[in-house]
Every structure is written in structure tokens, then in C-alpha cells.
């Protein structure tokens, strides 16, 4: 007797899932791609930039499961983030400050300039971003991109913010993602002007029915 394999789908995040998310989040972290070649300590991406968030607000994350429960594609964020950033100070930096311990002076390497941006949180509060208060982010495994499931991820994330009476989200992404650019493009997000933004590029739209 064979069974017929689950179709992909979107699904809201289980605990179970955090070793995926992990290993998603750093096989996308260098400009889209795998950060394990560039970096002593790739870990230091998902405890940056996936792990606080399910962690601090799991019901606004979401996974893309492959139809076997695996996940590979993520979408995850806050709905409000200076209130996300005191909490990522006072309840999560506790649990990884060891682990990555915050470089004395400048960065002198690509692993210490991602821990500098672990232990600066604050680096989110942006003033030109307060009319967009939620924030996310979205990564897929490369095989499942260009798929049309990045878009469904989106748009769940984006029903859940307004369901909440959220209004408008934004994100920050490599300016030199130009794939990444694209999709969001298609998606209606558009460019926040933010002074001196440094290597990245800051994007926003509003949570009503996705473009």
C-alpha cells in the first residue's frame, strides 16, 4: 500500500522546528546564500536574526513545511518593535551573551560584526520606520524559492499583523540582494528613506490584503 505524500504548506511554527529554523536562517544568511563559508560560528545568524523571535513571539512565526513536517522556508517578526527590542535585551541576550560575547572595540572579523548587532538591539529603533512598528524576516531553502511559497508566507504573516491591528510592516534586507529586492518589489513593499542605512536597504508597506 503507498500513501500519498502532503502537498507544501504554510503552518504556524512548533517548537519542534527550531533546529530547522536554525539551519535555514544560515544557509540564507550571506546575501541570500550560505553563510557557513564566510563565517567561524554561522550560529551567531539564527541567534541574531531567527531564534528571539520564536522564542519572544512565536505565534508570528510560521513555517513553509515541505509535506513531510520538515521546515523549509520561514517567515517571522514582531508586531511592535520597540517593545520587541526590550524584551530581546532583558529576556534574550541573557540566554546567548555567553556564547557570543560582545567584541572589545571595533569587529576585527565578519563572526564579531554580527555579534556586535546581537548586542545592540536598540539598532532597530529607527525613527524614520515608526508609522511601520512591525518588522519581519523571511528565508527559504533555495530549492523551495521561486516557487510561489515565499509569497505564501508573506501573506500569512501579513493577515496575522492585521488581524492584530497592525498596520504597516517593515523590513531591512542587503542592498546587494537584488533577488531578494525583486520579491519584495512584487510584493508591494516599498523603499523607507532612512538616513546614512549603511549596506542595507529599508522596505515597508501597509498589512492590508496582500499585493
Request: glycine residues 6%.
Amino acid at each position: 500500500m503507498t500513501t500519498t505524500p502532503h502537498a507544501p504548506a504554510v503552518r504556524p511554527y512548533r517548537p519542534e522546528d527550531r533546529a530547522a529554523l536554525d539551519d535555514i536562517c544560515v544557509r540564507t544568511a550571506h546575501v541570500g546564500q550560505d553563510s557557513r563559508p564566510h563565517y567561524r560560528d554561522p550560529g551567531i545568524f539564527p541567534a541574531t536574526f531567527a531564534a528571539p523571535y520564536v522564542h519572544l513571539e512565536p505565534e508570528l512565526a510560521f513555517v513553509l513545511d515541505d509535506g513531510h513536517g520538515r521546515a523549509v522556508g520561514y517567515v517571522l517578526g514582531t508586531a511592535d518593535t520597540p517593545r520587541f527590542v526590550a524584551e530581546f535585551r532583558a529576556k534574550w541576550l541573557p540566554l546567548v551573551a555567553d556564547a557570543y560575547p560582545d567584541p572589545v572595540g571595533e569587529p576585527a572579523t565578519p563572526d564579531e560584526s554580527i555579534v556586535r548587532l546581537l548586542h545592540r538591539p536598540e539598532r532597530m529603533i529607527v525613527p524614520e520606520l515608526a508609522d511601520h512598528p512591525a518588522h519581519l524576516h523571511i528565508d527559504l531553502l533555495p530549492a523551495w524559492q521561486r516557487r510561489g511559497h515565499g509569497r505564501a508566507l508573506m501573506h500569512r504573516f501579513l493577515r496575522a499583523l492585521a488581524d492584530a491591528g497592525v498596520p504597516a510592516v517593515h523590513l531591512s534586507m542587503a542592498t546587494a540582494n537584488t533577488a531578494a529586492r525583486a520579491f519584495y518589489d512584487r510584493l508591494g513593499f516599498r523603499p523607507i528613506d532612512v538616513p546614512d542605512p549603511g549596506p542595507v536597504t529599508y522596505l515597508g508597506r501597509t498589512t492590508r490584503t496582500a499585493e
